[in-house]
Structures are given as structure tokens and as C-alpha cells.
């Protein structure tokens, strides 16, 4: 890759617009300050939910838009703002209402998630970095569906404890309809530690109710207390080339990171490590390789930021050779300052909590024990691999893994195993 520029530290963004606002409401930042899950069964209506309340349509991967499902996380920012006149929550900056101008309370990142079952893992990656979640259910359609039951497991499983179920398409039933339908989800809820968590009517496609859904998240989803002071480390869920085919060597742009920021902050022209890193193969075995970069931008909120802290969804530019961060090839890996990431393990040894049934498929099966040889999917912090049970004792499980991953001692690892040609969720381990 031919020489790049570091790019010029940008100049101060303002954090809202000029709008006047009580003096004791704080003024928002560029950086959103919350990741929040959109998850469900395939064609509920979680990107259209998105598109109402960002403006952004995240389907944007080819497969995507031919096939009408999400393959890839979807990633788009929204701000919350209130009328203190109407008391009326809305995403714009003037209230529907009356128009006068809207207060900013909270500006958060929406991860719309793949509602359909083969792409669970990707599911399973974006609940690693999320701090709430929206599950969506649809009003005309019996609850719960399949995946609805897995997906609400898996938020379970990943220790997610804000949760709001959104009921969406209420505009295509009767009022009857839609009352049986929400006793449905009462009922499925019932059995859950989510049997109190809120149920919001909506209609995405009518823009019906969003302001209450807005309200419950403002009241119910709280930003978490973030660890600014501890050792950086960010998880990445894409990696890409964004240069365009035919651009001169001296105008490439390095290798682009995205994802969330767990701890600490990063800031312009840091040296940073990403690991488990690239795989390249010497002497016919494969072997991954940590990288050494320099950060030469960073975006959050859609603007280039000098530092990032942890909240939200965010992007860094870096010196990569693009080739080797494209096709969301470092999707998994942490990033951290050189010498002071988690520990690489080709090999792990996880204490395991099964669950007693298989969710997910049509007839629930009873979860057996681990056996010798199998195979399992398993995912920590961003990243999924595969592991190959050798020592399948329950508290002491031993996996050889396919893809290294990168953790500490403690991380938690959600297990899934192949059920008929699906791999369904059965349980999670805690890293020894």
C-alpha cells in the first residue's frame, strides 16, 4: 500500500444544533451513548423499525436486498428528543405536535440483528455489544415463533437485562386480534426472567405509538456506568476496504474497523494491537498472526472524532493494508494497546451450563450431554468459531478450536450445537 497521510486531527464538532433548551438539560455529544439490540423472528419488522427511527434502511449487502432478510449486523444512530410542552417523544428535532423545538435527551446506537434461524451466530455476535435490546414480534402472526424463542434466550444467555418487547404490525389486525395476541406474549413471557418487561403496540410501516416506544426506552433502557480508566478495548463486529476499485496507490485509504468500544478510550494517532489478527499459512499449517496499526480516524455519531469512549457504535481508519481487513475478515478480534490484550487461546477449557431444551427448532428436543469428538459453535465477545470437543466433562468441558479467540478467564461463551442442518443454541460456558 503506497504512503497515506495521517489525517489532521478534526476540528471540534458541536454536540447538538442551536436550537434554545432549558438550561438543565444537558447538551448531547456526537458519540451515541448506548448500543441497543433490534432482534426477532425474520420479517417482523426490525429494519423497518430502524428506518423509522434513524432514517437509515441498514439492508444495504447485496444478498440483503434481494432476499428482503438482514445477513450482516445493520448499524445506525438515532437521537431521542422530548416536548416539554406536549410531554411527546419523538426522533425529530421539532415536536410533531405543536413544532416547537424538541430537547435532545440520549443519542443511541441501533444493531439490527438477523431474525432468520442459519444466521444466529451473527445474532449471538452483535448481543455481545449491546447494553438493552428491542425484541420485535409480530401482531399477525402466533407468538412465539421459533426464533422468537431463541432469540430471547440468547439475550438471556448473554446476561441481557434491559429488555422491551415490541409488538409491532398492529395496523395489519383488528383490536380483538391484536389483544390476543399480546396474551400470547404475556403467556410466553410468564416463564421467562423477562416476564415484567414492558410490551409496546407499534406499527413501524404507520409510524403508529413510536413515541411511547421512545418514552419506555428513555425510562426503562439506562445508560450503563462506563470504565473510562481502564486498559482500552474495543470489540470489532465489521472490518472493511472502503477505497474504490481503480484508486491510485498514494490516495488509499487504510483499513477500516467497526464496532463498540467496551472500556477505556482511543484516541488519534495511537499505536493500537488487534488480535487474534490475520491468518496466513507457513508450512501447510494455518496460523493467526496479531496486527500493529496506527489509528488515523475515528468516527462516531456519523462525524470524525478526535477520541472515542466506550457507548456506541463507532468506526477507526487505520495503516492496514485494506486487502487485509476486507469481507469483514477481523470481525471477531479485539483491539487493545500493544502488550495488554487478553490472552490468545487455540485451546479452551470452559465450565458449562446447558440448558434442558433446544430452542429454536420446531419440536424442542431435550438438550443431551456434550460428547467427545462434536462439533459446537461458539461465540465470546464479537467473535464465533468453531470448537471440537476432546474432554467433554461438564465442569472441566475442553474444546480444540478451529479460530483462535481472544479472552480472559471468567468471559462468558455461549454454546451451540447442530440440530437436523441448523446450529441451535443450548447453553453457555464460562472461560477457565
Given at each position: 500500500m503506497g504512503k497515506k497521510k495521517i489525517l489532521e486531527e478534526p476540528k471540534k464538532q458541536p454536540?447538538?444544533?442551536?436550537t434554545p433548551f432549558p438550561a438543565h438539560y444537558k447538551k448531547i455529544s456526537i458519540q451515541p451513548e448506548l448500543n441497543l439490540a433490534l432482534v426477532g423472528h425474520v420479517d417482523h419488522g426490525k429494519t423497518t423499525l430502524t428506518e423509522r427511527l434513524s432514517g437509515k434502511w441498514t439492508d444495504t449487502h447485496s444478498e440483503e436486498m434481494k432476499k428482503g432478510i438482514t445477513i450482516r449486523l445493520g448499524y445506525a444512530d438515532f437521537?431521542?428528543?422530548k416536548c416539554d410542552k406536549c410531554?411527546?417523544?419523538t426522533t425529530k428535532e421539532k415536536c410533531l405536535k405543536c413544532n416547537s423545538p424538541a430537547v435532545p435527551l440520549r443519542k443511541i446506537s441501533l444493531v439490527d440483528a438477523p431474525g432468520h434461524e442459519?444466521?444466529?451466530a451473527t445474532m449471538l455476535s452483535g448481543a455481545a455489544i449491546v447494553d438493552g435490546a428491542l425484541l420485535l414480534v409480530a401482531a399477525n402472526e402466533k407468538c412465539p415463533q421459533p426464533q422468537t424463542k431463541e432469540h430471547l434466550m440468547a439475550?438471556?444467555?448473554s446476561g441481557i437485562k434491559n429488555v422491551i418487547l415490541v409488538q409491532n404490525k398492529i395496523d395489519l389486525v383488528s383490536k380483538e386480534e391484536a389483544l390476543e395476541n399480546y396474551k400470547?406474549?404475556?403467556a410466553f413471557l410468564s416463564n421467562t426472567e423477562y416476564k415484567d418487561i414492558p410490551v409496546i403496540p407499534i406499527s413501524a410501516r404507520a409510524n403508529s405509538n413510536i413515541d411511547m416506544l421512545l418514552k419506555t426506552i428513555q425510562e426503562k433502557i439506562p445508560t450503563p456506568n462506563r470504565h473510562v480508566d481502564k486498559e482500552p478495548l474495543m470489540l470489532v463486529a465489521r472490518s472493511f476496504d472502503v477505497n474504490k476499485p481503480g484508486t491510485k496507490p498514494q490516495n488509499l485509504i487504510g483499513g477500516v474497523l467497526g464496532g463498540t468500544v467496551k472500556q477505556g478510550k482511543f484516541s488519534l494517532r495511537q499505536e493500537i494491537e488487534i488480535a487474534p489478527g490475520y491468518m496466513v499459512e507457513e508450512k501447510n499449517k494455518k496460523i493467526w498472526k496479531t496486527l500493529k496499526t496506527t489509528i488515523t480516524q475515528i468516527f462516531s455519531g456519523g462525524s470524525p472524532v478526535p477520541e472515542i469512549l466506550p457507548g456506541g457504535s463507532m468506526a477507526i481508519s487505520t495503516t492496514l493494508d485494506p486487502n487485509i481487513v476486507k469481507s469483514d475478515s477481523l470481525t471477531g478480534s479485539l483491539v487493545g494497546l500493544p502488550g495488554k490484550l487478553p490472552p490468545i487461546h487455540n485451546q479452551i477449557t470452559i465450565d458449562t451450563y446447558l440448558l434442558e431444551r433446544v430452542v429454536g427448532a420446531k419440536e424442542e428436543t431435550e438438550v443431551k450431554p456434550l460428547a467427545r469428538a462434536e462439533v459446537l459453535m461458539l461465540n465470546v465477545n464479537s467473535a464465533a468459531t468453531v470448537g471440537v470437543v476432546v474432554d467433554p466433562s461438564k465442569k472441566n468441558?475442553?474444546?480444540v478450536l478451529k479460530k483462535p479467540i481472544c479472552a480472559n478467564p471468567g468471559d462468558r461463551i455461549t454454546i451451540s450445537r447442530r440440530v437436523?442442518?441448523?446450529?441451535?443454541?443450548i447453553g453457555y460456558g464460562i472461560l477457565k
Open positions: 454536540t447538538t444544533d442551536n437521537t431521542i428528543y410531554n411527546f417523544y442459519s444466521l444466529m439475550l438471556q444467555i400470547e406474549i404475556r468441558t475442553t474444546c437436523g442442518d441448523r446450529f441451535r443454541l
